[in-house]
């Protein structure tokens, strides 16, 4: 890939991606931030604009990946507003969706001046990241590395998006289906004051996924970088 060149331009739209970085998550703080704060009154907010609460859903995830907070809040917050079926598929949308819009955000504005200075050592990673984009992509939404340092990371890199996009909708699979259903289906057993539902096949296979997804790539990341340290 062709080196950009330091321009003009090339520095304006790095300025704005990092003015965007800031201001936008300092206005949703200050306009919106107590209710961003307060999970209830979120979920509350959502659960009552009626016919239009899956898109409210999406426009509150995208926002709530500019302000700091656990992306798995979200997840867990989809099954328990839309049930153990339509939840994972809004989190999923909703996830996708983000991805795209920050790793398109870096792309446009930041990518440019990133790569017109990249020292040499730098340049190498960029280009093995860039070489094995879809299994990194992957691996990192599986070892829980934070959501919006993967989708800006690979907007400023050479990775392309076709990988970029099933990597990351590869990674997130597991939990986006796992906790969404547990907690959907936690809520339906408490409201139907049935909580036998819980104990079936479906239920027990969604529990042990959620515990795979969430010990072992840190696990094995853990080992992984202890035996190369040896």
């Known amino acids: 890939m062709k080196r950009p060149e330091f321009t003009r331009s090339a520095i304006f739209k790095f300025f704005l991606l990092v003015l965007l970085l800031c201001i936008t998550p300092l206005s949703i703080l200050i306009f919106g931030g107590e209710d961003l704060r307060n999970p209830r009154r979120m979920m509350e907010l959502i659960e009552s604009s009626g016919i239009i609460a899956p898109l409210a859903f999406l426009i509150v995830y995208i926002a709530w990946q500019f302000v700091p907070g656990p992306t798995s809040a979200m997840t867990a917050a989809s099954g328990l507003m839309f049930g153990p079926f339509a939840g994972p598929l809004l989190s999923i949308t909703g996830a996708m969706l983000s991805a795209g819009i920050e790793f398109t955000l870096a792309r446009r504005l930041g990518h440019d001046a990133i790569q017109a200075k990249m020292p040499g050592r730098m340049r190498r990673l960029d280009e093995a990241?860039?070489?094995?984009?879809?299994?990194s992509i992957a691996y990192m939404r599986l070892i829980f590395i934070p959501?919006?340092?993967v989708n800006f990371s690979a907007g400023v890199s050479s990775v392309r998006f076709a990988p970029f996009f099933w990597g990351t909708?590869?990674?997130?699979?597991?939990?986006s289906l796992a906790l969404p259903y547990l907690s959907g289906l936690v809520k339906l057993a408490w409201m139907q004051n049935n909580f036998s539902m819980l104990l079936n096949v479906k239920a027990a296979l969604a529990l042990l996924l959620f515990i795979a997804v969430s010990v072992l790539p840190p696990l094995l990341d853990f080992i992984w970088k202890k035996n190369r340290l040896q």
């Open 147 to 149: 959501f919006q340092i």
């Open 169 to 175: 909708l590869l990674g997130i699979l597991p939990a």
């Open 129 to 135: 990241f860039e070489k094995h984009a879809f299994s």
